[in-house]
């Protein structure tokens, strides 16, 4: 089975930046689709970004042009870059990987990372 542990949450004022790490059990490059979710209090949990190996992305629109979704195949990890963070940032953050090439959550899942956006 695989694991995902994240890394890189925490307190930020509004309009700052964080980044998110996340590493995983086996080689990054070997899972074709990497993701990133967030799940606000009492919410859903929604999709952040998505990469796919073959270099597909997809954003969710609310963070289109401030976060950034990379693969890190030197140290393993699949990142994500936030900028011009908002307080309806506020979440908790997951990993999340697998196999398959839908825009759907995979198999594999991180335990999450508080992000937390004051104003």
């Known amino acids: 089975q695989v694991q995902l542990v994240e890394s890189g949450g925490g307190l930020v004022q509004a309009g700052g930046s964080l980044r998110l790490s996340c590493t995983a059990s086996?080689?990054?490059?070997?899972?074709?689709?990497m993701a990133w979710y967030r799940q606000h209090p009492g919410k859903q949990r929604e999709l952040v970004a998505v990469?796919?190996?073959?270099?597909?992305?997809q954003y969710a629109e609310s963070v289109k042009g401030r976060f950034t979704i990379f693969r890190d195949n030197a140290k393993n990890t699949v990142d994500l870059q936030m900028n011009s963070l908002k307080v309806e940032d506020t979440a908790v953050y997951y990993c999340n990987g697998g196999e398959d090439f839908f825009i759907l959550p995979g198999n594999y899942w991180g335990q999450g990372t508080q992000v937390t956006v004051s104003s």
């Open positions: 086996v080689k990054i490059d070997n899972i074709n689709k």
């Open positions: 990469i796919f190996r073959s270099g597909g992305l």
